[in-house]
């Protein structure tokens, strides 16, 4: 293709040849998705030619060792754009014996939490253990803690690996994770949802709490990890589609009865309930959203105020 460029001088003309550079398309790879613990997140792997079902034990190599998953993504073809290359291949499918040794060093974990939660207090350190695991081959053994503070934990791992007789990792983690690793019920009666399906964690913020209606009051907003709960996530586009049609508290709206305020709002079901201006004794309408017309809304710096004005309880 040749493009034409003119010369402001003279008025000349002359042709270039334009270069096109053609993206090499991203080829489809084969993959199989493990994960390593109840809702932790899913890997790929190359299945090097296994035909893997969901819930089927493999064994891995990993950066951390060799390692005992089960499968969670059958073999699938996807982009190559999708994965970091290269996969690494699955080693095996497991055997019983691998499942018996898989289940010997989860028995053997309790005892080894046991052990070290002894040796910290002896230490003095002041953190708190909060489990342990063995990697398949027990090349590692991995302590998981919570700690307020930066503590000095060089002697205890030298205790800990002459106790155990291999290498010590001491993983530092979040109250978040800590709660993921535990277990547990939340108030809604189920398992919590980090220890049941939620591989990663997801952003939550007070203000998804206000457009849900919820109490600000700590004890109703928070988990069993003390941080905001996870499900106020799950409906919050929802919510935000639904707020962007329906005025909000303190807008003055003309309806067929006449002009009024909206007092309260159900941004689900797109109703509001409105006071008419000329019944301030009768009890207020509900209308919906859509049989009203805006006249004006409050001001944002009287919104910004109040969101500020407004203190969680503990």
Do not use: W
């Not at 034409?4 to 790879?29: F, G, H, L, Y």
């Amino acid at each position: 293709m040749s493009e034409e460029i003119k010369n402001n001088n003279n008025n000349e003309s002359v042709e270039t040849e334009s270069v096109s550079v053609e993206q090499t398309p991203a080829e489809d790879v084969e993959i199989v998705g493990v994960n390593f613990r109840e809702a932790g997140k899913i890997y790929f792997f190359s299945p090097e030619g296994f035909k893997l079902a969901v819930g089927e034990k493999v064994i891995v190599e990993t950066s951390r060792g060799v390692e005992l998953g089960t499968v969670k993504v059958a073999n699938k073809i996807i982009s190559s754009s999708e994965i970091v290359s290269p996969l690494k291949p699955i080693t095996r499918v497991a055997t019983a014996a691998d499942i018996k040794h898989y289940e010997e060093n989860r028995a053997a974990e309790a005892e080894a939490i046991a052990i070290c939660e002894k040796k910290v207090e002896n230490h003095g350190l002041g953190m708190k253990l909060v489990g342990a695991e063995y990697t398949f081959d027990n090349s590692k053994l991995i302590f998981y803690f919570t700690c307020e503070s930066r503590v000095d934990f060089r002697e205890l791992v030298r205790d800990l690996a002459s106790t155990f007789r291999t290498r010590i990792e001491l993983r530092q983690i979040g109250i978040r994770d800590e709660a993921k690793m535990l277990g547990g019920i939340g108030v809604c009666g189920r398992k919590l949802c980090c220890a049941n399906f939620l591989s990663d964690f997801v952003q939550v913020s007070i203000k998804m709490a206000k457009e849900q209606n919820f109490s600000l009051n700590s004890s109703k907003v928070s988990g069993a990890c003390g941080r905001l709960m996870c499900c106020l996530r799950y409906e919050h586009e929802t919510y935000e589609d639904a707020i962007k049609h329906t005025p909000p508290v303190g807008s003055v709206v003309k309806t067929s009865d006449g002009e009024g305020v909206v007092i309260e709002t159900k941004p689900l079901a797109r109703e509001i309930k409105v006071r008419l201006n000329d019944n301030d004794k009768d009890a207020p309408k509900l209308y919906k959203s859509a049989d009203v017309k805006v006249l004006s809304r409050p001001s944002k710096q009287s919104g910004k105020q109040k969101d500020e004005d407004e203190i969680i309880e503990d």
